[in-house]
């Protein structure tokens, strides 16, 4: 085991255009919370405060949960600083400004981060980047911002890029998730790293590597302009889709589509299926439970988006997981789980309401491997991992197994383990030694 986790882990070392930063920062996907898909707008420097301390008394912290995330509408609108250009955080929302708000949650040993866009105007129409990424760059790092997040809204026609990538919405976009009706395709073979979007998102790229502070880089241009093949150089994560919602259907079409990004997973770079959405709307536990598990072992960034101080005890649980974050933060395996099998659908299938079922991956923090099972039906179904399917474990016909949900040791199990799942579960296992 120790040799294949060498190996494991010298395969993914950063590639040559990797976007290192001082102190490990970005090495690892982040870990943390955000303000927007629990308050939207409407956000203020208590909400953020309540988020910074619950980090800390609800164990979060502990965890490696360390970035506290101011997203939109932080600042007065249609104006910037008419001395300095920068934007103006609003004092309605945070009297001490954010440097304040920074200040503060510095002192509980957390990070802070914030919003911007590449472009005129935010999602919500407040002042942005395009243009002032120097001046904006700047003043984040002076008022102690560890944590940019670049979203994509306010793009002015002559910043358009010339040609549209495909980003798959649902099943219906094709097999394997082409987008037949996408209009002004790029050409066969098209280097996007000619495309406006590039130069957006590198350009406040190198305004932040010009401050002496590090500030993770977030960019979040919802997958266009084929940003898997240029993420990885320009930010620490980027988003690989559009938004995501607290509800399965979005769940499921995003993991469908991310299952498929998996070889651009690794150290110093990882595609980002947005914020969890554990805790909010209708989901039920089950489907809380494989949200959290799909997006750990995705190797995704996991930034909570649920109010801390409201969280019930068994979504707590979930983002609390010692198995799932440890196989997230592995600092020896940059890789991600992989899917196996397809299990509902033949493999490779682009499948937005029934994504990959079987899932495995190497963990020197484990000190196994492992392995993930999903039912995507709507129905309650058995699930199956056969050792000599599961790539890591096909040399042998029985291993010691923990249930990751319960702790519980389920000792020595051999050739196979079944798992009855409710509608919209996953089985999570940790499979250790050959027994």
């Known amino acids: 085991m120790l040799t294949s986790l060498s190996l494991a882990a010298l395969a993914f070392l950063p590639s040559a255009n990797a976007l290192v930063r001082k102190d490990g920062v970005g090495r690892l996907p982040a870990l943390g919370w955000n303000s927007w898909n629990a308050f939207g707008c409407d956000v203020n420097s208590t909400k953020i405060m309540t988020a910074a301390n619950?980090?800390?008394?609800?164990?979060?912290?502990?965890?490696?949960?360390?970035?506290?995330?101011?997203?939109?509408?932080?600042?007065?609108?249609?104006?910037?600083?008419?001395?300095?250009?920068?934007?103006?955080?609003?004092?309605?929302?945070?009297?001490?400004?954010?440097?304040?708000?920074?200040?503060?949650?510095?002192?509980?040993?957390?990070?802070?981060?914030?919003?911007?866009?590449?472009?005129?105007?935010?999602?919500?129409?407040?002042p942005a980047s395009l243009g002032y990424e120097q001046v904006d760059a700047e003043a984040f790092a002076e008022w102690g911002i560890d944590y940019l997040?670049?979203?994509?809204?306010?793009?002015?026609?002559?910043?358009?890029?010339?040609?549209?990538?495909?980003?798959?919405?649902?099943?219906?976009?094709?097999?394997?998730?082409?987008?037949?009706?996408?209009?002004d395709p790029a050409p066969a073979g098209y280097d996007w790293t000619q495309s406006k979007t590039f130069t957006r998102y590198t350009a406040m790229r190198d305004a932040l590597l010009a401050q002496s502070r590090t500030i993770l880089y977030s960019l979040c241009d919802w997958g266009q302009?084929?940003?898997?093949?240029?993420?990885?150089e320009t930010g620490n994560s980027w988003r690989m889709s559009e938004d995501i919602?607290?509800?399965?259907?979005?769940?499921?079409?995003?993991?469908n589509e991310n299952s498929f990004k998996m070889n651009y997973v690794g150290f110093w770079g990882h595609p980002d299926p947005d914020m969890l959405e554990v805790g909010n709307g209708d989901l039920t536990a089950e489907e809380n439970r494989a949200h959290f598990a799909l997006w750990a072992i995705m190797k995704s960034p996991l930034i909570?988006?649920?109010?801390?101080?409201?969280?019930?005890?068994?979504?707590?649980?979930?983002?609390?997981?010692?198995?799932?974050?440890?196989?997230?933060?592995?600092?020896?395996?940059?890789?991600?789980?992989?899917?196996y099998k397809w299990g509902y659908n033949p493999d490779w299938t682009f499948d937005s309401d029934h994504p990959a079922e079987y899932w495995s991956g190497p963990s020197s923090t484990l000190k196994g491997t492992l392995v993930l099972m999903l039912n995507s039906e709507n129905v309650t179904s058995t699930r199956t991992a056969v050792w000599k399917e599961v790539p890591e474990l096909k040399h042998h016909n029985a291993y010691r197994v923990i249930d990751a949900w319960s702790g519980k040791n389920l000792g020595c199990v051999k050739k196979q383990y079944s798992a009855s799942l409710a509608s919209h579960d996953a089985s999570v296992l940790v499979v250790k030694e050959a027994c």
Do not use: M
């Open 245 to 255: 919602g607290a509800n399965w259907d979005r769940i499921s079409l995003i993991a």
């Open 149 to 183: 997040k670049y979203d994509n809204c306010g793009v002015p026609s002559n910043w358009k890029d010339q040609y549209a990538a495909c980003v798959p919405s649902s099943s219906t976009d094709g097999a394997n998730g082409t987008c037949p009706d996408l209009s």
């Open 304 to 339: 909570i988006g649920t109010a801390l101080d409201s969280i019930s005890d068994a979504n707590l649980a979930i983002l609390k997981n010692k198995y799932l974050i440890e196989f997230n933060q592995d600092p020896i395996v940059g890789r991600s789980a992989h899917p």
């Open 54 to 126: 619950e980090i800390v008394n609800l164990g979060l912290k502990d965890l490696g949960y360390e970035y506290v995330n101011i997203d939109d509408c932080w600042s007065v609108e249609n104006t910037r600083n008419s001395t300095t250009q920068r934007i103006i955080p609003d004092t309605s929302k945070f009297p001490d400004g954010i440097s304040g708000i920074a200040d503060q949650v510095h002192q509980l040993g957390l990070k802070v981060g914030i919003y911007s866009s590449a472009g005129e105007t935010t999602c919500a129409g407040y």
């Open 225 to 232: 302009a084929d940003v898997n093949t240029w993420g990885n």
